[in-house]
């Protein structure tokens, strides 16, 4: 089921990059970019997270957060975080539960993996209602960082 604007967006509450536990929820009153990526140290994912890092300021002028999520462990994520020096938290969802939640899983990956995040951006508003929701097949694809930056400009 996947889901669409003016959806709820489903809490999810995650371990970070620095052992947090960190949920949708605790943004309340904000409006969140909650980007699912595939893997931490891959060449797309990398060029993503660190896009979205030179622009965290025109998020934060927004009054927006952005949140990362991957399969990859806290530990992973630590390594990844302090190497591409990322400005926003990365959320480990090793069980799945917030991917399957936000149907961002992709059954079979490379190299025989499965079930690991698709690539997909959301915007959630201050209440918690998706303004925007992408989701895609290719992990070589980027979101519509543009339209991203657009959701959130109307919302303001």
């Not at 536990?21 to 904000?30: A, E, Q, R």
């Not at 957060?65 to 462990?73: G, K, M, N, P, Q």
């Not at 079930?115 to 992990?139: H, M, P, T």
């Amino acid at each position: 089921m996947s889901l669409n604007i003016g959806d709820k967006a489903p809490n999810f509450s995650l371990t970070s990059d620095n052992k947090e536990t960190i949920s949708l929820s605790d943004y309340k009153g904000k409006n969140v970019v909650v980007l699912f990526f595939p893997l931490a140290f891959t060449g797309v994912c990398t060029t993503e997270l660190c896009n979205t890092r030179d622009d965290i300021a025109f998020y934060q002028g927004l009054n927006a957060e952005v949140v990362a999520i991957s399969i990859d462990s806290p530990f992973v994520l630590e390594k990844f975080k302090a190497e591409q020096k990322l400005n926003f938290p990365l959320l480990s969802d090793f069980n799945r539960d917030a991917s399957k939640a936000y149907d961002s899983l992709y059954g079979d990956f490379v190299l025989g993996m499965k079930n690991v995040s698709k690539r997909s951006a959301f915007v959630v508003d201050k209440e918690g209602i998706i303004q925007y929701a992408e989701v895609l097949e290719s992990a070589g694809d980027l979101p519509d960082f543009d339209k991203v930056k657009g959701t959130l400009s109307r919302l303001n």
